[in-house]
């Protein structure tokens, strides 16, 4: 059991319900600038989401539904397989980071990376997808930006981090992604979000 949710749901905490119900991927794009999107999309602190993931490593892999909220500084994170079963729960606010698994073990470190790394040995930049779930480089890092014709983030590299952001969907007047595949030399990610909500 723990090795599935080791090579599953400890991977993400990325991301992930009053959720309302995505407009369809070929709504029409907003005509904004990529400075008004990235204000609008700054401005969003406090979110639901309802997705999925996979993840593959070059030793295993595998798949978790996903729901994550975001309030603020603060957050909470369930990944879990069909109807709710072996359900991780992540909470996480400035200082603490508490993991707990579906044996009822808990698990706590000052932040998400490093929770992460003693419990799997890997160095994730958790932190950083708080920024690219909207589709957003995180601002204090050098990064290469690639842009579609409206101005909506394609393609970012950051941190070793290659992510490409291949569908959005309009919420609330902000477009967000609803698709996105991350690489890195030692991990691959796709994740989907159905559902975005507040």
């Not at 709504?27 to 204000?39: F, T, V, Y």
């Not at 603020?72 to 508490?98: C, D, E, H, M, R």
């Not at 470190?109 to 994730?124: F, M």
Request: include cysteine; proline fraction near 8%.
């Amino acid at each position: 059991m723990m090795k599935g949710i080791k090579s599953i749901g400890f991977i993400f905490f990325l991301f992930l319900t009053a959720c309302s119900t995505l407009a369809p991927p070929s709504s029409k794009p907003l005509p904004l600038s990529w400075k008004e999107r990235q204000q609008t999309l700054q401005e969003l602190r406090h979110w639901k989401l309802q997705g999925a993931i996979a993840v593959r490593t070059p030793a295993d892999g595998g798949s978790a539904n996903l729901n994550w909220q975001q309030n603020g500084q603060t957050y909470s994170l369930s990944l879990f397989g069909p109807l709710g079963a072996n359900a991780v729960q992540i909470y996480g606010k400035p200082g603490l980071v508490t993991l707990q698994t579906p044996e009822g073990k808990t698990f706590s470190a000052p932040d998400a990376e490093q929770l992460l790394y003693r419990q799997l040995g890997w160095k994730l930049p958790v932190s950083n997808l708080y920024y690219w779930a909207r589709g957003l480089p995180v601002p204090s890092l050098p990064a290469q930006k690639e842009f579609d014709q409206y101005h909506r983030l394609t393609r970012l590299t950051q941190q070793n981090w290659q992510l490409w952001f291949k569908q959005y969907a309009v919420f609330n007047h902000a477009e967000l992604p609803t698709k996105i595949v991350l690489q890195h030399p030692q991990l691959n990610i796709k994740i989907v979000i159905y559902q975005w909500g507040s």
